[in-house]
Nanobody
Framework: VQLQASGGGLVQAGSSLRLSCAAS????????VGWFRQAPGKEREFVAG????????YYADSVKGRFTITRDNAKNMLYLQMNSLKAEDTAVYYC???????????????????WGQGTEVTVSS
């Protein structure tokens, strides 16, 4: 499956953005998927994950309560609604799919098999 992330941009602190990730085919619907981010000079880190049917989600502590991950399997789409953005949310955001686990979520980026190209989010303070 190929993934393409979009929706990034330059916003002020406190603003909202919604990231989207389009999958190339319906195999997307059987994969657990997630969002990761990589800030300049830092390692890529887990942000949020969602299982096959959307019944289970998991968030990094740094975004819990501000970000919401959802998916629309009928449209092969993954979303990340980001509210109350902070300067420390500035990063390139990547969507990723885990082909080995459908209902179980993992935060280890090396467990994810397919990656989008990334979309840049810059939050000015």
């Amino acid at each position: 499956v190929q993934l393409q992330a979009s929706g990034g941009g330059l916003v002020q602190a406190g603003s909202s953005l919604r990231l989207s990730c389009a999958a190339s085919d319906h195999s997307f619907s059987i994969y657990a998927v997630g969002w990761f981010r990589q800030a300049p000079g830092k390692e890529r880190e887990f942000v949020a994950g969602i299982n096959v049917d959307g019944g289970t989600t998991y968030y990094a502590d740094s975004v819990k309560g501000r970000f919401t991950i959802t998916r629309d399997n009928a449209k092969n789409m993954l979303y990340l609604q980001m509210n109350s953005l902070k300067a420390e949310d500035t990063a390139v955001y990547y969507c990723a799919a885990d082909q080995d686990r459908g209902y179980k979520l993992v935060t280890d980026l090396y467990s994810y098999d397919y990656w989008g190209q990334g979309t840049e989010v810059t939050v000015s303070s």
